[in-house]
């Protein structure tokens, strides 16, 4: 469901992030680190920013395409939602690190929520199983 907030952010009275987009990082996360995260029981989201035919050819089981939806809705997805209410994170793979690194700080202060990384080495770097097709999942 998305609500308007009557009175818009004149009648918000909860936190305001603020901050200059030059002081937002994103950091990497190695596929070991990902491992102990799952150990902990921690969700994880992945979100492929990769294009809609490179991710119905072969991307990590359970990831969100980012083709899927257009860039301005991705924030107001269900993959926010759901790392933010059970202290997840948010994981995107990409083509190139700069472009990934970059992606993950936009949406990083866009969002405001902290834990969101970019995958080391993208999907170069995944040596599990891939799921081919559209995400059937909760979006």
């Known amino acids: 469901d998305i ?4 009175g818009g ?3 918000w009275n909860g936190p305001i992030i603020t901050g200059k987009f030059e002081d937002v990082k ?3 996360i190695d596929l070991l680190e990902i491992s102990g995260l799952k150990n902990s029981e921690r969700k994880i989201e992945f979100v492929d920013m990769r294009s809609l035919q490179d991710y119905e050819k072969g991307h990590i089981p359970g990831a969100v395409g980012e083709g899927a939806f257009s860039r301005e809705n991705l924030c107001l997805t269900g993959v926010f ?5 059970e202290d997840g994170i948010v994981v995107f793979v990409g083509y190139t690190e700069p472009e990934t690194l970059h992606r993950c700080r936009v949406l990083k202060w866009a969002v405001g929520y ?4 970019a995958l ?10 891939l799921e081919k097709g559209r995400f059937a999942g909760r979006y």
């Open 81 to 85: 939602s759901r790392a933010v209410q």
């Open 9 to 11: 952010m004149n009648a």
């Open 120 to 129: 080391k080495g993208n999907m170069k770097s995944w040596k599990g199983s």
């Open 114 to 117: 902290t834990s969101m990384y």
């Open 26 to 28: 994103c950091e990497e």
């Open 3 to 6: 609500y308007v907030l009557k």
